[in-house]
């Protein structure tokens, strides 16, 4: 009896604890927080970081304090991409009804009329948003170091039309109940619409691409479904520790043991050339930056980002990332032989420097596993508005890894979870996260 009473007693305290609301601030200013100069998060009052534990024993409160701080923040940079740097939201679908589940993309005034060069910016996986690469390292280290606006100034004082994507907003919550948003269920399906919508009538005869951790896979998935439109305007891929997975048979055959002839992950012989020719990833390793690192399965030329740490890859590469989309444009426009990552290592001699073996990369979680024949990688209205805001995506709401110091357990999803890079699949931390 007294177990019996003990399970009711843990059942309904479950259920209060899921019925509890908390309410937060809805601004920095509020939550009693700043950014500094430096671009770090600071109480107005002590000066110090931001603090994940003010409860010491309930950590549910804590967790959702920190979520409704990340929603904040998700706001904030919005506001900056908006008022700073002159970016426009665009909510999809564009003819979306009334109360039709809406998602946000932002663009650049020139992003459909530039006639010369596009940009197209891609986050990761998880609770990340629209102009950040890792919502953790914004709320606790540097906010230029997690989101993505020296990516936006640079490409804007280069010149370029700008597209900023939104691929982890793929459903919203109506009463308990998921809805997923037509045109953008997925990352891979986001990244689709918006390449055929917008990028497919936007006039840039040369279109780049940054792509960051899952990112990268989105992209592919792409590549394979419009690969004469890559090869006819895509001048550079720049991914920072993608967890794509480009499949090849070598001249020996000896993956086809594990990857069958009618194996549909092999990469189409065009996509490849692609990738080795035009694409470069900037892998998390403990090497210094740009030292070229050898891949398991993959010719995409790979090196060091710099860092061993996947959260901080775009950031710590940037300058090189810079400069290789630089070279990369201006040997399309036949003015260089051919584009250099800093250490003067050229595209296709970092293939051959892969073949060398002069470095591994140092998180093998990004290798490609088999599984069961399949290749998957490690790792606008104001209703429409207001909603988009508040969905929500279960991997951050559960994270709990918070902490000052700490690093956001979704942002780090691509870097733990086994995925299924097929377009069919759906990306599990898609689910209900504020924009």
């Not at 979680?365 to 490690?378: I, R």
């Not at 690093?407 to 995925?419: F, M």
């Amino acid at each position: 009896m007294g177990g019996t009473l003990t399970s009711l007693k843990k059942t309904l305290l479950q259920k209060r604890m899921a019925d509890e609301k908390y309410e937060f601030p809805r601004t920095l200013e509020e939550f009693g927080y700043a950014f500094n100069e430096e671009g770090e998060l600071r109480d107005v009052k002590t000066g110090n970081r931001f603090e994940f534990k003010v409860e010491a024993d309930n950590h549910r409160y804590n967790q959702a304090r920190y979520n409704a701080l990340g929603d904040i923040i998700t706001r904030y940079i919005y506001k900056i991409m908006e008022s700073e740097y002159g970016l426009r939201r665009v909510y999809l679908p564009e003819d979306a009804a009334e109360d039709e589940p809406k998602t946000l993309i932002f663009l650049s005034d020139d992003a459909l009329t530039n006639p010369d060069k596009l940009l197209l910016l891609v986050h990761g996986s998880g609770a990340v948003r629209a102009g950040q690469w890792a919502r953790s390292i914004i709320i606790n280290d540097d906010l230029h170091k997690g989101s993505q606006l020296p990516y936006i100034k640079w490409a804007l004082d280069e010149g370029y039309g700008l597209i900023v994507f939104n691929t982890n907003i793929n459903s919203v919550d109506r009463n308990g109940e998921e809805v997923k948003i037509r045109g953008h269920s997925s990352p891979e399906e986001h990244f689709k619409t918006v390449w055929e919508d917008f990028v497919g009538r936007a006039k840039a005869k040369n279109i780049g691409i940054v792509a960051h951790s899952y990112g990268g896979a989105a992209v592919l998935e792409n590549v394979r479904l419009h690969t004469e439109q890559f090869l006819d305007r895509v001048f550079a891929l720049a991914m920072t520790d993608s967890v794509h997975a480009l499949l090849y048979r070598n001249e020996e055959q000896e993956m086809e043991a594990v990857f069958p002839k009618d194996n549909p992950r092999i990469t189409d012989e065009r996509v490849l050339d692609f990738y080795i020719k035009r694409a470069m990833n900037w892998a998390s390793a403990f090497d210094p930056l740009d030292t070229p690192l050898k891949t398991s399965m993959d010719k995409c030329p790979t090196v060091s980002a710099g860092t061993d740490k996947h959260e901080y890859t775009s950031d710590s590469c940037k300058a090189s990332v810079f400069k290789w989309l630089t070279e990369a444009l201006e040997k399309r426009l036949g003015l260089r032989s051919e584009p250099t990552a800093s250490n003067g290592v050229k595209s296709e001699e970092s293939v051959q420097s892969q073949s060398e073996g002069k470095t591994e990369a140092m998180d093998s979680k990004a290798s490609p596993v088999v599984t069961d024949g399949s290749v998957v990688p490690t790792h606008g209205d104001k209703q429409g508005a207001e909603e988009v805001l508040t969905s929500k995506t279960d991997a951050d709401s559960t994270g709990g890894l918070m902490e000052s110091g700490k690093t956001d357990n979704s942002e780090a999803e691509d870097k733990k979870n086994i995925k299924n890079i097929d377009s069919s699949q759906t990306d599990s931390t898609d689910k209900k996260e504020e924009l």
